[in-house]
């Protein structure tokens, strides 16, 4: 019988994610260096004709983060299509997997067909493709995490260019229509909330009709409250975007299952739910809102990286049995919308909303492909492992303009704790350059100050430079403050000046070392 999604769940992601932090409690960053093969069926679209299971393409997210916070890890996905037991096939399929564990390749997916490897490449759309008008004047479009920055920003486009009758869902209820001018401008109220209140003011003034529901995705139940709530208003739905997100990030290692399963609700439960609820609707298209995170990883991203494996995975999958164009949109950051809104981001990286929402139409009215990649720079030197991402940081020139602290320290339930001492000094003028907040306190946590995984690591290179110090992200990450960094500086500097004392037979001995253990774990049906 078929494995339930529970089951599938529980021998895939989970069962990784058990080993990723077992192996860190055994040794973390100090082992040898390990290459981890992780072998599992129904994960690519290949031929186009093998079985897929959404739920196992959960393993690549997981797979590319633990390989970013722990780089004494190198884990790799062989994904394979099982033959027929005890044959021919069966041992050549087998000496294959076992010289890919042993082999050094950059692919961390690889799929077998027969005999044949198959790595994934990205190829640039075309703007001559040609595709077929999907959007339609006046049509009625469901937004899912409508009232977030990505699905506000799309909604906006749709009403002001295609008139569309807009129905924004999200899980929190609106206020009531007449305390929206209120609430918008009174200076104690949430600010995200008074925003929000002020761009649907403008939505209507700007001649869109508009219909908030508040509505769990999840649930089956208030789903169909919803849609009879849409068709009692507009009638029947003509496209969903399905745009929700569950912001809470966390490293691999101190992941909890209760986090992770609350990561996934929205992206694999949600969906399933979602696309259930309007598979009578006469659609013209399903668009989900996933993440460039599923190829680039990310520090902190393993669970978030890995729900939207699911639905790319899934838009490939219901491809195979409906004629439905379902797109799955890597979306690159946008800058301060969404997930994204606040963040420090260098300039010239992140889409600005109108290059989004153009993106968008682009791929809503072009050909039916089930995934496309949205990156606001070129893709291939992005996708280089993360140790490559310092390196090329370190090669960038220094910038020539002053630390700048144009914001005051937010307010932290961290009492502010002064640096003290030329290294902790130092090191939180380094935080003050990369956030522009000043003054950092020594016990500051950086993500509670507005930094993400990216200025993380930019700081990381500046430390480099700074210091001559190589430090691992996964340990800055288990306690990213001014004076756990400045801890770690220390121990690395105490470190190479031992080291810099080793004989020649001890650097022999070391680089012996070096040759990986190799371990293959199999999650296979």
Not at 114 to 140: C, F, I, M, N, S
Not at 289 to 297: D, M
Request: some cysteine.
């Amino acid at each position: 019988p078929a494995a339930s999604q529970a089951e599938v769940f529980e021998r895939g992601y989970f069962s990784l994610l058990a080993l990723a932090q077992a192996l860190d409690g055994a040794g973390g960053s100090q082992r040898a260096p390990l290459a981890l093969t992780v072998v599992a069926d129904g994960i690519e679209d290949v031929t186009g004709t093998e079985a897929l299971s959404p739920e196992k393409a959960t393993l690549r997210g997981l797979a590319k983060v633990l390989g970013q916070e722990s780089p004494s890890i190198a884990c790799r996905i062989v994904d394979v299509v099982l033959p027929a037991p005890e044959s021919a096939a069966e041992t050549e399929l087998a000496r294959r997997v076992a010289q890919e564990a042993v082999a050094s390749h950059d692919e961390a997916v690889v799929a077998y067909r027969g005999p044949h490897r198959w790595t994934k490449g990205y190829e640039p759309l075309a703007a001559d493709v040609p595709g077929v008008q999907r959007l339609r004047k006046g049509g009625v479009y469901l937004i899912t995490g409508g009232l977030g920055g990505v699905g506000l920003a799309l909604a906006r486009h749709l009403g002001k260019t295609w008139q569309a009758k807009l129905v924004l869902l999200g899980r929190t209820p609106v206020p009531e229509r007449g305390e929206w001018a209120r609430i918008a401008g009174a200076a104690d109220q949430p600010l995200a909330l008074r925003r929000r209140l002020q761009q649907l003011i403008e939505l209507e003034a700007a001649g869109t009709e508009v219909l908030t529901v508040a509505a769990d995705v999840t649930d089956p139940t208030q789903l169909r409250s919803a849609l009879a709530a849409v068709h009692a208003r507009f009638g029947a739905v003509n496209g969903v975007v399905h745009a929700v997100i569950e912001p809470n990030h966390g490293m691999v290692s101190q992941r909890t299952r209760a986090q992770v399963e609350a990561a996934f609700a929205p992206k694999v439960a949600g969906t399933r739910a979602l696309l259930d609820a309007v598979a009578a609707e006469p659609l013209d298209f399903v668009l989900f809102c996933s993440s460039i995170a599923t190829l680039l990883g990310g520090l902190g991203l393993s669970d978030y990286a890995a729900a939207n494996d699911y639905l790319d995975a899934l838009a490939s999958a219901h491809r195979r049995s409906s004629a439905l164009p379902v797109f799955s949109v890597n979306w690159d950051a946008w800058r301060d919308v969404g997930a994204a809104a606040g963040k420090d981001m260098p300039e010239g990286m992140g889409l600005d909303e109108r290059t989004g929402v153009l993106a968008f139409e682009r791929i809503v009215n072009g050909p039916d492909l089930p995934q496309v990649v949205v990156s606001a720079s070129p893709l291939a030197p992005r996708l280089r492992p993360l140790r490559n991402l310092l390196d090329a940081m370190d090669d960038e020139p220094e910038a020539t303009a002053p630390a700048r602290a144009g914001h005051p320290r937010p307010v932290l339930q961290t009492p502010f704790v002064a640096p003290e001492g030329d290294l902790e000094e130092g090191l939180a003028e380094l935080w003050t350059e990369a956030l522009g907040i000043a003054p950092v306190g020594v016990n500051d946590n950086l993500f509670e100050l507005g930094g993400d995984s990216l200025l993380a690591i930019r700081l990381l290179s500046k430390v480099r430079k700074a210091y001559g110090v190589d430090l691992l992200p996964a340990a800055f990450f288990k306690a990213p403050t001014v004076v756990e960094l400045a801890a770690l500086v220390e121990l690395r500097l105490i470190e190479d000046i031992e080291a810099a004392g080793l004989d020649d037979e001890a650097g022999e001995e070391a680089q012996d070392s070096d040759r990986p253990d190799r371990t293959t774990a199999s999650f296979s049906s």
